[in-house]
């Protein structure tokens, strides 16, 4: 597992990063998930999960994302993700994803107070929208 790690930090008490460095495929999913549950427990508010120094991630790795914002979303949290890698933005894409959660290019960008409640205000208009059809 040389070229697999993931790490947490708190950029605020409410505000969780998870770090993931290198190939994130089906054998990596329990990782993840050991590493997102206690934060799910504690009913983290801000989970951003930065995917900026990952360098493979296949189809089965989205399922854990869409698993988490199921997860989240009931006690009012939310995912952001950082990436700027092409393979996990054309999958994204693919498997029709991008409205579940904000993708920010750095860290920096979704750490930015601005940025991360005007996409959530955003996507709670959204998700108000499509309950009223």
Same mark, same amino acid.
């Given at each position: 597992?040389?070229?697999?790690?993931?790490?947490?930090?708190?950029?605020?008490?409410?505000?969780? /990063?998870?770090?993931?460095?290198?190939?994130?495929?089906?054998?990596?999913?329990?990782?993840?998930?050991?590493?997102?549950?206690?934060?799910?427990?504690?009913?983290?508010?801000?989970?951003?999960?930065?995917?900026?120094?990952?360098?493979?991630?296949?189809?089965?790795?989205?399922? /854990?994302? /869409?698993?988490?914002?199921?997860?989240?979303?009931?006690?009012?949290?939310?995912?952001?993700? /950082?990436?700027?890698?092409?393979?996990?933005?054309?999958?994204?894409?693919?498997?029709?994803?991008?409205?579940?959660?904000?993708?920010?290019?750095?860290?920096?960008?979704?750490?930015?107070?601005?940025?991360?409640?005007?996409?959530?205000?955003?996507?709670?208009?959204?998700?108000?929208?499509?309950?009223?059809?």
């Amino acid at each position: 597992m040389k070229d697999f790690f993931i790490h947490t930090s708190w950029n605020d008490p409410a505000t969780a /990063v998870v770090t993931v460095k290198g190939e994130f495929d089906l054998a990596r999913i329990p990782y993840l998930e050991e590493m997102v549950s206690p934060l799910v427990a504690k009913k983290t508010a801000h989970l951003i999960l930065d995917l900026n120094q990952m360098t493979f991630i296949d189809s089965s790795a989205f399922g /854990v994302l /869409v698993s988490l914002v199921r997860q989240i979303r009931p006690y009012g949290g939310r995912l952001a993700v /950082v990436a700027k890698n092409q393979q996990f933005l054309q999958l994204l894409g693919t498997l029709r994803l991008e409205p579940l959660f904000p993708i920010f290019r750095s860290l920096s960008e979704a750490l930015e107070p601005d940025l991360f409640p005007q996409n959530l205000r955003q996507e709670k208009r959204e998700l108000a929208s499509s309950a009223l059809r």
